[in-house]
């Protein structure tokens, strides 16, 4: 049963035709070549497929791409503005935030999706907003370092 | 492979949707645990009916008595963010603050949740414990099953095909009761080795137990009420030895299995130790003068 329908992906109005069955992070990377989002486990535990949609942090491994219709969706690709870096973007290269890289997505969007509904957030609730995405590369100091460096103004 | 995909406006129509289709459908409310399952291949729906439009199945609704309506599709999220929720069941909502993670909160629904009856979910004991009745809807009409016979075994519950979950009932906690959630696990995001459920209401300054109760998840093939471990405290003072004798009666009541995160063993003595601890924030914030659920 293919459907056609449209996303709207980082204020954009995507038309895409799909099944029933596909997942939002299938539809976004081979549909659509939004290949930020990555499956990095397939047991919706990583988080390398995170993305904000309706303004929530959610693992677009576990939506519908049909129940993401009608909705705001931002991925990674979505963040910078005419060629300029958002905040969390520059910091996370100032910060040293990454090392392969195959985590930074979904940890940018996880701190974006923290920053935009409060912006002041302690260091506690950072990491606590970012339970559920996994890195195994830097040991998340430096993550961590970046997101509060935006929260504080200094990026 | 899923053949189509559904989004019902009514409970009716959803029931409709089940019964034209049988054994090949399943409901999705926020997927979290669904599309895991079938990714895994665990089950195989060909019809896919989406309950994310469904009005009655959301809201939470407070009657003049304090007795609590939360909606099935209520997300782990929207229950612990709740005012009402708050004011009313901070015990339902501590155990909705800890599910998997932050993404898995904002989609994940307190009904899924207890449908799905996975072993270390979160939700069921807070509610075993808030004496929370579950209300579903079939195609003979609505019934309310209380929780403590609504988990039947693991990933089982005693809801019929072709019903779906409309709502949870929780009466009002009795004025004065605090409740205490504690979750025992390694990492965020992974279910509980052992969960812990308390609600207790002292007298003051006499610290004598008047409510009790406990919920237990993780240790047996469902999540259970420890009611020999509340008999034993109900009317005691609250003091190191009851609470240490509650604990160990507790262990009794408890079947769990082995597995990689903790064996049997160490999962009865956990349920000991976390039962302990809980009591005791619970006795303590209890005991606070002027201190409210």
Same mark, same amino acid.
């Given at each position: 049963?293919?459907?056609?329908?449209?996303?709207?992906?980082?204020?954009?109005?995507?038309? !895409?035709?799909?099944? /029933?069955?596909?997942?939002?992070?299938?539809?976004?990377?081979?549909?659509?070549?939004?290949?930020?989002?990555?499956?990095?486990?397939?047991?919706?535990?990583?988080?390398?497929?995170? +993305?904000?949609?309706?303004?929530?942090? !959610?693992?677009?491994?576990?939506?519908?791409?049909?129940?993401?219709?009608?909705?705001?969706?931002?991925?990674?690709?979505?963040?910078?503005?005419?060629?300029?870096?958002?905040?969390?973007?520059?910091?996370?290269?100032?910060?040293?935030?990454?090392?392969?890289?195959?985590?930074?997505?979904?940890?940018?969007?996880?701190?974006?999706?923290?920053?935009?509904? #409060?912006?002041?957030?302690?260091?506690?609730?950072?990491?606590? &907003?970012?339970?559920?995405?996994?890195?195994?590369?830097?040991?998340?100091?430096?993550?961590?370092?970046?997101?509060?460096?935006?929260?504080?103004?200094?990026? | 492979?899923?053949?189509?995909?559904?989004?019902?406006?009514?409970? &009716?129509?959803?029931?409709?949707?089940?019964?034209?289709?049988?054994?090949?459908? #399943?409901?999705?409310?926020?997927?979290? #645990?669904?599309?895991?399952?079938?990714?895994?291949?665990?089950?195989?729906?060909?019809?896919?009916?989406? *309950?994310?439009?469904?009005?009655?199945?959301?809201?939470?609704?407070?009657?003049?008595?304090?007795? *609590?309506?939360?909606?099935?599709?209520?997300?782990?999220?929207?229950?612990?963010?709740?005012?009402?929720?708050?004011?009313?069941?901070?015990?339902?909502?501590?155990?909705?603050?800890?599910?998997?993670?932050?993404?898995?909160?904002?989609?994940?629904?307190?009904?899924?949740?207890?449908?799905?009856?996975?072993?270390?979910?979160?939700?069921?004991?807070? *509610?075993?414990?808030?004496?929370?009745?579950? +209300?579903?809807?079939?195609?003979?009409?609505?019934?309310?099953?209380?929780?403590?016979?609504?988990?039947?075994?693991?990933?089982?519950?005693?809801?019929?095909?072709?019903? +779906?979950?409309?709502?949870?009932?929780?009466?009002?906690?009795?004025?004065?009761?605090v409740?205490v959630?504690?979750?025992?696990?390694?990492?965020?995001?992974?279910? /509980?080795? !052992?969960?812990?459920?308390v609600?207790l209401?002292?007298?003051?300054? #006499?610290?004598?137990?008047?409510?009790?109760?406990?919920?237990?998840?993780?240790? /047996?093939?469902?999540?259970?009420?420890?009611?020999?471990?509340?008999?034993?405290?109900?009317?005691?003072?609250?003091?190191?030895?009851?609470?240490?004798?509650?604990?160990?009666?507790?262990?009794?009541?408890?079947?769990?299995?082995?597995?990689?995160?903790?064996?049997?063993?160490?999962?009865?003595?956990?349920?000991?130790?976390?039962?302990?601890?809980?009591i005791?924030q619970a006795a303590?914030a209890a005991?606070?003068?002027?201190?409210?659920?």
């Open positions: 049963m293919k459907r056609p329908i449209h996303l709207k992906i980082n204020a954009q109005e995507l038309e !895409v035709v799909v099944e /029933a069955g596909d997942l939002l992070l299938d539809v976004l990377r081979e549909k659509l070549f939004l290949t930020g989002a990555r499956r990095g486990c397939d047991t919706s535990h990583c988080g390398a497929c995170t +993305v904000i949609m309706g303004g929530k942090l !959610v693992h677009s491994c576990l939506v519908l791409a049909l129940s993401a219709v009608g909705q705001e969706i931002s991925t990674i690709e979505g963040l910078e503005t005419d060629g300029k870096l958002h905040p969390l973007q520059e910091a996370f290269i100032r910060y040293g935030a990454f090392q392969c890289g195959y985590c930074t997505p979904g940890m940018i969007l996880a701190g974006k999706a923290l920053l935009d509904e #409060s912006p002041r957030p302690t260091e506690e609730e950072i990491k606590r &907003s970012l339970d559920g995405n996994l890195c195994r590369c830097t040991g998340y100091q430096k993550i961590i370092q970046a997101i509060l460096a935006v929260a504080e103004g200094k990026v | 492979m899923v053949i189509d995909y559904f989004e019902p406006t009514t409970v &009716s129509e959803t029931v409709s949707l089940l019964a034209k289709y049988g054994d090949d459908a #399943s409901v999705i409310a926020g997927g979290q #645990s669904l599309l895991v399952m079938m990714r895994q291949r665990l089950v195989s729906p060909k019809y896919l009916i989406s *309950l994310k439009k469904v009005g009655e199945l959301n809201g939470v609704q407070e009657d003049a008595s304090g007795n *609590l309506s939360i909606g099935a599709a209520t997300t782990h999220r929207d229950a612990f963010t709740s005012p009402v929720l708050r004011r009313g069941v901070p015990l339902l909502c501590q155990a909705a603050s800890k599910v998997g993670s932050t993404a898995i909160r904002n989609l994940g629904t307190i009904g899924g949740n207890i449908c799905h009856n996975e072993l270390g979910a979160d939700p069921p004991q807070a *509610l075993l414990a808030l004496n929370a009745k579950a +209300v579903c809807v079939g195609a003979t009409g609505e019934r309310t099953i209380p929780l403590e016979k609504f988990f039947t075994g693991y990933f089982e519950t005693a809801m019929n095909p072709g019903e +779906v979950l409309k709502m949870i009932e929780i009466p009002s906690p009795p004025p004065g009761t409740g959630y504690l979750k025992h696990a390694l990492r965020a995001g992974d279910l /509980a080795i !052992v969960g812990v459920a609600l209401g002292l007298e003051t300054p #006499s610290k004598k137990c008047r409510e009790i109760r406990i919920g237990l998840g993780g240790v /047996a093939s469902v999540p259970l009420r420890a009611y020999k471990a509340e008999q034993l405290l109900q009317g005691s003072v609250i003091g190191a030895d009851v609470v240490n004798e509650a604990a160990y009666v507790a262990m009794s009541e408890v079947d769990p299995v082995s597995d990689t995160h903790g064996s049997a063993d160490y999962r009865r003595k956990m349920v000991g130790v976390f039962l302990k601890r809980a005791r303590d005991s606070k003068p002027g201190s409210d659920v």
